[in-house]
């Protein structure tokens, strides 16, 4: 199973941050409402981003640095698209977990949105796993 | 650079939620101070345009909520999700939204008779533009002044830039005899109410920043920066209005309404640049010390 571990945390922040300050603000100008950085920001994921897994994940948890409501959660594989039952009536919670139904090997792309109840900022990411069956090993 | 559509919507939405409702309370200041000064015509198309601001600003303040629950969502299905709109409004931008809705109505409704504003529409219209102080980083201090401080601000931004499309739709005719009066009324009072606008809004930033180097080393401040550039230039231009244009149209000179047009015009563009940059930087990104 997945470990918790320092996720991609989607859209927030990342990119602009190595970039020499002229391109910073060049970019800002350019493309300013075109991501979002938000004030909530996810910690870690499990199962972890990237993982890749020898057994299906039975949940995904997501934790981040303050309370949020859980908006949007979706598992999409290469084909098809997993509904998982979200409760917007929750209350705000630094982690979130949703169950999931079993599923089928193959590489998935988890995606979630989520809101901070005071102010109503809005964070978005995604991040992907796979899980596979172990190789059965010879006796 | 990743482009999230609904991301730059919900700030373009914000931006003209801020415009409308800060120029409909701004109008309606205006008429109020400016009333005795006005041709019937002239305050007829300041109350219409007025009101019409006022409605304006409680449908696409509504819309923001739709943006928002198509942004969680990721996709347009989201605009009709009665349970992401219902998670927008109760994140404290529906209260906001409650707050901006009853103002708005109470000012546009008493725009309706042609009389001057009176209490009511000016309950209204600090209602209306104070409403934006209901929610956002500065509830996220520890004191409540800084939301004090930043009604006292946005209270400043509408009278300012409120008064810019009315003085606009004075200067129309060309004549300087028109304009002059509300003009230099306006210029008067202008004074103290940016010198408000700006302490307040200085005071607002100090406590959202823990040192001024966060306005150059975080996305935050670097927005905050650009805005503050675009303030800068308006100033320039309401400087030149008070200082030259204004005893110009005093003295009777008609070339110096165009002059005023065009003054003007770059004021409502500058204007325009602030709220989208103010909304992006609301919207977008926070205060690092708030992250």
């Known amino acids: 199973m997945g470990h918790f571990s320092r996720a991609p945390a989607g859209r927030q922040g990342g990119r602009l941050r190595h970039a020499p300050l002229t391109a910073r603000l060049v970019a800002l100008l350019v493309a300013l409402p075109l991501v979002a950085l938000g004030h909530a920001h996810l910690l870690a994921t499990s199962p972890a981003a990237s993982a890749s897994l020898i057994a299906a994940p039975r949940s995904v948890t997501l934790s981040f640095n303050e309370s949020v409501r859980l908006a949007v959660l979706k598992l999409e594989s290469a084909t098809d698209e997993v509904p998982l039952p979200v409760d917007r009536n929750a209350a705000p919670a630094k982690t979130v977990t949703v169950a999931l139904p079993a599923l089928k090997p193959g590489a998935y792309e988890v995606r979630w949105s989520a809101i901070t109840v005071d102010d109503g900022h809005i964070v978005t990411g995604r991040f992907g796993f796979e899980w596979h069956l172990a190789p059965t090993t010879p006796p | ?227 503050l550039g675009a303030v800068a230039g308006l100033l320039a231009c309401a400087a030149l209005n008070k200082l030259s244009l204004t005893p110009r149209l005093c003295a009777g000179d008609a070339r110096a309404v165009r002059a005023l047009r065009i003054s003007i015009g770059l004021e409502i563009v500058l204007a325009l640049g602030i709220l989208v940059l103010t909304a992006a930087f609301t919207t977008l990104t926070g205060p690092p010390s708030l992250e």
């Open chain 2, 1 to 227: 650079m990743s482009v999230d559509p609904w991301a730059a919507a919900a700030v373009l939405v914000t931006a003209l939620t801020y415009a409308a409702t800060l120029g409909a309370a701004g109008a309606s200041g205006f008429l109020a101070y400016s009333w005795g000064l006005l041709a019937p015509e002239d305050r007829r198309a300041i109350r219409r345009w007025a009101a019409l601001l006022g409605v304006a600003g409680c449908v696409i303040g509504a819309l923001r909520l739709g943006v928002a629950a198509a942004w969680m969502d990721g996709s347009g299905a989201g605009l009709t999700d009665p349970s992401l709109w219902r998670l927008a409004a109760q994140s404290g931008e529906g209260a906001a939204l409650g707050l901006r809705g009853v103002a708005l109505v109470l000012l546009s409704a008493a725009l309706l008779r042609d009389r001057r504003p009176g209490a009511l529409a000016l309950l209204g219209a600090a209602g209306a533009a104070g409403s934006f102080a209901l929610t956002g980083h500065v509830h996220r201090t520890a004191s409540a002044l800084p939301a004090g401080l930043l009604w006292v601000h946005l209270l400043g931004v509408a009278c300012w830039v409120g008064a810019l499309v009315p003085l606009l739709l004075i200067a129309r005719r060309g004549e300087p005899a028109r304009i002059a009066p509300p003009a230099r009324r306006f210029g008067v009072l202008a004074v103290p109410v940016v010198g408000a606008l700006i302490a307040a809004g200085v005071l607002v930033l100090a406590s959202l920043l823990e040192s001024p180097a966060e306005l150059w080393s975080s996305d935050y401040g670097r927005l905050v920066l650009l805005k």
